[in-house]
């Protein structure tokens, strides 16, 4: 039994979508670590090698303003000479490649580790020793590059200071000469001393300059860590490319999981009932307490106890005066037969007159779960016949074996039931019900099969509708309630059972062209109105249920000849009995 609560969007629906919809989850899942795979197998393998190389500042660095250290090389500026043309052509040199240095250069990166003066050279290639002599070939090119520039510069500064010398010389030289000829303690030659004291002064700095310039070693840098051969491709990551193939098929997954649940019109649970349906859930079975097709549920059992509680809040959901509850489907099946006998019965054990009209009409033979054989009362004569004038009301109604106050009208001849479900005559019988007895459960058809759904529950107080999961259909359940909304009839609810299919009959059973019904009056005829009814064909040959032990009364067996349908007879064939065998 559950409560009736708005719709909201918990855990518990998100839970419910997945738990129906698992398989669609699980397939996207797969798929995405199917593609993950195939993805990884076909990528080609890239390998990757590194070198370290530690870089040592020379004559002419500068570091820019805001550079990456505060010493005097600029790292960035020495990381993106790495990937320059003149160091890829050297690397092309080394490593004797047909591939152009451009080419070569886009398979470099460089990394500079923070607070250092190193640069981390690697090398990408699609096998390991090309990607280790890639890397080495690289670094040692950065180096010769950078040893190349400072000598160029070197070479550039000793070639002025030779040529400031030579000058030097020459007017120091002329300095000299005019001295020779300059007049003792006359001011020029005061000046020339004093000019070539500045001259010489000038030449003793450039010489030493160009003697420190002329024996200076060069030092650009050095490699600290060589490249090594790799063992493990870094690309495609085969971890990488399946996990995120399987969040992707899991995403998907949850998607399509999601839409079919909105697209899909079958209600599956009785949440669905409630929230899409916006029917207020009076009871719910499962498989476990769901009624059988050849008895009634104990009143202590698991699903007795469901009925019971059902029972009690239907009364008190009554006004006082209400009498008759109709009890219809969203759906053809035997969900209504099953929900209307045990519903009856649970309001007959609290000593209550109760009557029970069967004007459900079975959708077949087999699949049918017919009221006589749940509440052993016999078939015929029914409600088909008490609505044609051949019987009255008090022998229409039998009483059942096991029930007392449980009293039934079975539906009787299924051919001649149509089109009386809206005659004065059941008005009469409803009306007559209502002074005679305490209440009237009618077990109508499904909304959804016929218009006498609707009829009946014009000339009820309360309707219920029962609710056979994954078979009734939301567009269905929606308009069984705007229909008995139309008709002014109050809707207590619903009451949701779980798929019947798997909980018919054996397959030995359904095997049986025949309906075995008991008879408790064996001594009774009912007039079969051979103008409304299909003749009754006798089986030759065919299985015959045998009777059940102890019970003392006889098996009446009739087949229906629906090959004879549309073929009325002017006679209709006595059924066939077989007498239990005294066990004297």
Do not use: C
């Amino acid at each position: 039994m559950e409560a009736t609560r708005p719709v909201s969007a918990d855990l518990s629906h998100y839970l419910g979508v997945f738990r129906r919809h698992w398989w669609v989850v699980v397939a996207a899942t797969g798929a995405g670590l199917g593609i993950g795979a195939a993805v990884t197998q076909a990528l080609p393998r890239v390998y990757e090698s590194a070198t370290s190389v530690l870089v040592q500042a020379v004559e002419q660095d500068t570091n820019a303003s805001g550079g990456r250290t505060k010493g005097t090389i600029n790292l960035d500026t020495e990381a993106q000479l790495v990937g320059s043309g003149a160091v890829a052509a050297k690397a092309a040199a080394l490593l004797r490649s047909p591939i152009s240095p451009i080419e070569l250069a886009k398979s470099v990166s460089v990394e500079v580790p923070a607070n250092t003066t190193v640069l981390v050279i690697s090398f990408e290639a699609d096998n390991p020793k090309d990607a280790q002599s890639g890397s080495h070939a690289f670094a040692e090119a950065y180096l010769r590059n950078r040893e190349e520039t400072a000598r160029s510069g070197l070479d550039t500064q000793i070639k002025t200071l030779n040529l400031k010398v030579k000058q030097l010389t020459t007017t120091l030289t002329s300095i000299n000469n005019r001295l020779a000829r300059a007049a003792s303690g006359s001011s020029e030659r005061s000046n020339l001393e004093s000019l070539r004291s500045n001259s010489q002064n000038q030449l003793n700095n450039l010489t030493g300059r160009l003697n420190e310039l002329t024996t200076a070693t060069i030092g650009a840098g050095s490699i600290i860590s060589d490249a090594r051969e790799p063992e493990e491709p870094t690309s495609p990551n085969a971890m990488l490319n399946i996990a995120g193939g399987a969040m992707i098929g899991l995403l998907a997954g949850l998607g399509l999981a999601f839409v079919r649940e909105r697209f899909d019109r079958r209600l599956r649970t009785a949440a669905d009932v409630r929230d899409r349906g916006r029917v207020p859930v009076l009871a719910a079975l499962d498989e476990r307490t769901t009624p059988h097709f050849d008895d009634v549920l104990q009143p202590y059992g698991p699903g007795g106890r469901v009925f019971n509680r059902l029972r009690n809040e239907i009364l008190a959901s009554l006004s006082a005066g209400d009498q008759i509850i109709v009890v219809t489907g969203a759906s053809r099946g035997s969900a209504t037969t099953l929900v209307a006998a045990n519903l009856a019965a649970a309001l007959a054990r609290t000593g209550s007159d109760v009557v029970l009209i069967g004007a459900h009409l079975p959708d077949s033979v087999v699949d049918a779960a017919p009221l006589a054989r749940m509440l052993g009362v016999s078939a015929m004569p029914g409600l088909s016949d008490l609505l044609a004038g051949r019987i009255g009301l008090a022998k229409a109604m039998q009483r059942t074996p096991r029930i007392p106050s449980l009293r039934v009208i079975t539906t009787g001849g299924a051919a001649t039931a149509a089109g009386l479900m809206q005659s004065q005559r059941l008005r009469d019988t409803l009306e007559a019900l209502r002074r005679q007895t305490g209440y009237v459960v009618i077990e109508a058809p499904s909304t959804s099969s016929s218009a006498d759904a609707q009829s009946l529950a014009s000339l009820a107080d309360a309707a219920i509708l029962a609710v056979e999961l994954r078979r009734s259909k939301r567009p269905a359940l929606l308009d069984a309630a705007e229909q008995l909304s139309r008709v002014g009839t109050p809707l207590l609810g619903a009451v949701v059972l779980p798929q019947l299919s798997g909980m018919r009959r054996s397959t030995a059973e359904e095997n049986l062209p025949v309906v075995a019904l008991s008879a408790q009056k064996p001594a009774e005829t009912a007039v079969i109105d051979g103008d409304r009814t299909q003749p009754l064909r006798l089986p030759q040959g065919g299985p015959v249920r045998p009777p059940r032990q102890g019970d003392g009364t006889e098996e009446v067996t009739a087949v229906i000849d629906l090959s004879s349908a549309g073929k009325p007879s002017p006679t209709a064939p006595a059924a066939r009995t077989t007498e239990k065998p005294d066990d004297k």
